[in-house]
Nanobody, 115 residues
Framework: QVQLVESGGGLVQAGGSLRLSCAAS????????MGWYRQAPGEQRELVATMSSSGRTYYVDSVKGRFTISRDDAKNTGYLQMNSLKPEDTAVYYCNLWQRLVNYWGQGTQVTVSS
């Protein structure tokens, strides 16, 4: 079993930055894919970024050049650095870990960007 705990959300003005963290605990194996998703009110959950254990990354077009995903496997922690935030980035952000055909989710952290 794996547990994920996000932190780092909050309220920020447009143009500001936030850094989200995702601490993983439990049975963590190699070959995982860590991802960040977000869900705005009334919207479906959408993929924001992923990073494999080999370092391959993916970003949704709307965050390219502004967000950076990273991970520290020695600490079992993932990060999402968010710069140049926009009001449309407002959402609950969820950490996701894909491991051995199972998806694990954190409880989410609220990010609110004011205009």
């Amino acid at each position: 079993q794996v547990q994920l705990v996000e932190s780092g959300g909050g309220l920020v003005q447009a143009g500001g930055s936030l850094r989200l963290s995702c601490a993983a605990s439990g049975n963590i194996f190699s070959g995982t894919v860590m991802g960040w998703y977000r869900q705005a009110p009334g919207e479906q959950r959408e993929l924001v970024a992923t990073m494999s254990s080999s370092g391959r990354t993916y970003y949704v077009d709307s965050v390219k050049g502004r967000f950076t995903i990273s991970r520290d496997d020695a600490k079992n922690t993932g990060y999402l650095q968010m710069n140049s935030l926009k009001p449309e980035d407002t959402a609950v952000y969820y950490c996701n870990l894909w491991q051995r055909l199972v998806n694990y989710w954190g409880q989410g952290t609220q990010v609110t960007v004011s205009s």
